[in-house]
C-alpha cells in the first residue's frame, strides 16, 4: 500500500512507492517529481511537518520496524526510538 501527504507550505506532495522502495515528492501540479529518499525497507505511512520542516515515516521490515524522519528533502535522516516490539503501521 502507498501513503501520501501535503505540504501546504512548500506546496509539495508526498508519498511512498513500493516497488522499488523509497519516497517522492513533487508540486501540486504533480510536475517535478523526484526521488527524496530511496533504499527503504517497506515504506508504510507519511506525515509532514512543514512548520519544523519534517518529514516523518514508518519503515517495516522483516527483522525490525523503525520510525524515521528527514528534512523536507530527504537530507539527515535519523532514526527515531519505539518501544520494543512495537509495530509501525502509521503515524498519528
Same mark, same amino acid.
Given at each position: ?12 506532495l508526498?508519498?511512498t512507492?513500493?516497488f522499488?522502495? +523509497?519516497?517522492? %515528492?513533487? &508540486? @501540486? *501540479? #504533480?510536475? !517535478? /517529481? $523526484?526521488?527524496?529518499?530511496e ?11 512543514p ?14 520496524? +523503525?520510525?524515521? %524522519?528527514? &528534512? @523536507? *528533502? #530527504?537530507s !539527515? /535522516? $535519523? ?7 512495537a ?6
Open positions: 500500500s502507498a501513503a501520501g501527504v501535503g505540504d501546504k507550505i512548500g506546496w509539495k508526498y508519498w512507492v513500493n522499488p522502495h +523509497r519516497i517522492q %515528492r513533487a &508540486n @501540486l *501540479d #504533480g510536475s !517535478d /517529481i $523526484e526521488d527524496i529518499v533504499a527503504l525497507d517497506h515504506p508504510q505511512a507519511l506525515a509532514v511537518d512548520a519544523g520542516g519534517k518529514l516523518y515515516w514508518s519503515d517495516t521490515a522483516v527483522i525490525e520496524d +523503525r520510525l524515521l %524522519r528527514s &528534512n @523536507l *528533502d #530527504g !539527515d /535522516i $535519523e532514526s527515531l526510538p519505539v518501544g520494543e516490539g509495530a509501525s503501521w502509521g503515524i498519528a
